[in-house]
C-alpha cells in the first residue's frame, strides 16, 4: 500500500524541538480541527490559524496526529530524528525527489544545488492541478515550498548548506539574500533506500 503524500509543509524551525511541542499540543482525546488549531496557537505560539492549521496536517503526514471520525488527535509515536526522517520521505510531497536531486547532483560532481536548481529538477513530479490551481503563481509557490523541504532536509541531517564559490549557484559569489545551495550528507543515500525498498 502506497502512503499518502502531504502538500502542507511549514517553515522550517530554529531545531527539531518544535516537532515535538506541536505534537504535545494535538490532544489525546480528539478534537474538532478549530479547537485543535487553537490549542497549537496558545501552546506554540503561531501567529494565525492557517499556520496552525499546516503544522496540525504536517503533524499528519509524520505519522505524530491522525484525523479520525471524532477529529483530531494525538498519536503515542516518538518524534525521534529517525522516525521523523522516515515519515519525512514517505510521506511529505517532492521530499525524496529533492533529495535524490541533490545526490544526483552530489554523484554527477555538480556541487550543492539552491532551491530554484532542485525545483528544476522536480517541477515535472508538482502535480498537475497545481498549474492548473494557479496558473500565474504555481512556479513560484512550489519554488519557495521546494525551498522549504531542502530547509527541512537539512534539519534533519539529510543534506547540508554548503558554503564557498566552489558550492554551485549560491556559494560565496551568489548575491545576498540569495538562497543557500545545500548537498547531501552521508545518511542521504541510506535514508532513500530504506524508503524506496
Not at 517553515?11 to 478549530?34: I, K
Not at 529538477?121 to 515550498?145: L, S
Not at 539529510?158 to 539574500?177: I, T
Request: aromatic letters at 6%; hydrophobic letters at 45%.
Amino acid at each position: 500500500m502506497v502512503d499518502a503524500r502531504f502538500k502542507l509543509l511549514p517553515a522550517p524551525p530554529a531545531d527539531l524541538d518544535a516537532v515535538a511541542d506541536a505534537q504535545r499540543a494535538v490532544p489525546l482525546v480528539p478534537g474538532d480541527e478549530d479547537d485543535c488549531c487553537a490549542r497549537l496557537q496558545q501552546r506554540c505560539g503561531y501567529e494565525t490559524r492557517d499556520v496552525a492549521r499546516t503544522w496540525l496536517t504536517f503533524l499528519r503526514a509524520l505519522e505524530l496526529a491522525a484525523e479520525t471520525d471524532a477529529g483530531f488527535k494525538r498519536l503515542p509515536a516518538d518524534p525521534d530524528p529517525d522516525h521523523l526522517r522516515d515519515a519525512f520521505l514517505r510521506r511529505v510531497s517532492l521530499a525524496p525527489e529533492a533529495l535524490r536531486a541533490l545526490v544526483a547532483a552530489a554523484d554527477a560532481g555538480e556541487g550543492a544545488l539552491d532551491a530554484a536548481a532542485v525545483f528544476e529538477r522536480v517541477r515535472d513530479a508538482v502535480p498537475t492541478y497545481e498549474e492548473y490551481k494557479n496558473p500565474a503563481e504555481w512556479t513560484d509557490i512550489w519554488r519557495d515550498r521546494t525551498a522549504d523541504l531542502l530547509g527541512w532536509l537539512a534539519l534533519l541531517d539529510l543534506a547540508e548548506r554548503a558554503a564557498g564559490a566552489s558550492d554551485g549557484p549560491a556559494g560565496a559569489d551568489a548575491a545576498p539574500g540569495a538562497d543557500p545551495a545545500y548537498r547531501p550528507t552521508e545518511r542521504a543515500r541510506e535514508a532513500l533506500a530504506a524508503v524506496e525498498s
